[in-house]
Antibody
Framework: VQLVESGGGLVQPGKSLKLSCSAS????????MHWIRQAPGKGLDWVAY???????VYADAVKGRFTISRDNAKNTLYLQLNSLKSEDTAIYYC??????????WGQGVMVTVSS | DVVMTQTPVSMSVSLGGQVSISCRSS???????????LSWYIQKPSQSPQLLIY???NRFSGISDRFSGSGSGTDFTLKISRVEPDDLGVYYC?????????FGSGTKLEIK
């Protein structure tokens, strides 16, 4: 299993960013996927989940601002981040779901929200 | 939301020693299907988290039998025996029984 995130960077408050997670080594379309973030020096903070059938669940802190999606033909998971705030600054990890829990994690991508 | 409380915050152990990390949840982690979705992860320095234990006591693929998980309901424990240098890092418990998924605040393991 390999998960590779991309799309991070420095963005101003209120702006948008789209993260991607390229998956390989497993049948991507058969598994739910998570986005989990980690602010600098802090713990793990679950962000969103998308099932194999594209049902979605979000953390309250990002509901209405972030959108998780997937393209099974491209084996790619996405996270659209809108109306970004300074508190969204974090490393964002994509993770495959084992049953409900994340099992394999990507290396992460840094998102910095600052003016 | 389910609050996960881990203790201790940090600990130091000699090589070859044994450690126990406690994790308590604010609600029972028994799912409607009868499973208990309590997992343990290690985050080694400058790396992403790695799954060690899932469903309380099941070791993930490739994980040494030096790692063992136990517990039920709201109280869970991770034990590491014969500690090795590669075991240093931050250990997190996490629950997957209900959304939002939540994690403990972490236990930093240092090697004496």
């Amino acid at each position: 299993v390999q998960l590779v995130e991309s799309g991070g960077g420095l963005v101003q408050p209120g702006k948008s960013l789209k993260l991607s997670c390229s998956a390989s080594g497993f049948t991507f379309s058969s598994y739910g996927m998570h986005w989990i973030r980690q602010a600098p020096g802090k713990g793990l903070d679950w962000v969103a989940y998308i099932s194999s059938s594209s049902g979605t669940v979000y953390a309250d802190a990002v509901k209405g601002r972030f959108t998780i999606s997937r393209d099974n033909a491209k084996n790619t998971l996405y996270l659209q981040l809108n109306s970004l705030k300074s508190e969204d600054t974090a490393i964002y990890y994509c993770a495959k779901t084992g049953h409900t829990y994340p099992d394999y994690w990507g290396q992460g991508v840094m998102v910095t929200v600052s003016s | 939301d389910v609050v996960m409380t881990q203790t201790p915050v940090s600990m130091s152990v000699s090589l070859g020693g044994q450690v126990s990390i406690s994790c308590r949840s604010s609600q029972s982690l028994v799912h409607n299907n009868g499973n208990t979705y309590l997992s343990w992860y290690i985050q080694k320095p400058s790396q992403s988290p790695q799954l060690l234990i899932y469903k309380v006591s099941n070791r993930f693929s490739g994980i040494s039998d030096r790692f063992s998980g136990s517990g039920s309901g709201t109280d869970f424990t991770l034990k590491i025996s014969r500690v090795e240098p590669d075991d240093l890092g931050v250990y997190y418990c996490g629950q997957g029984t209900q959304y939002p998924l939540t994690f403990g605040s972490g236990t930093k393991l240092e090697i004496k």
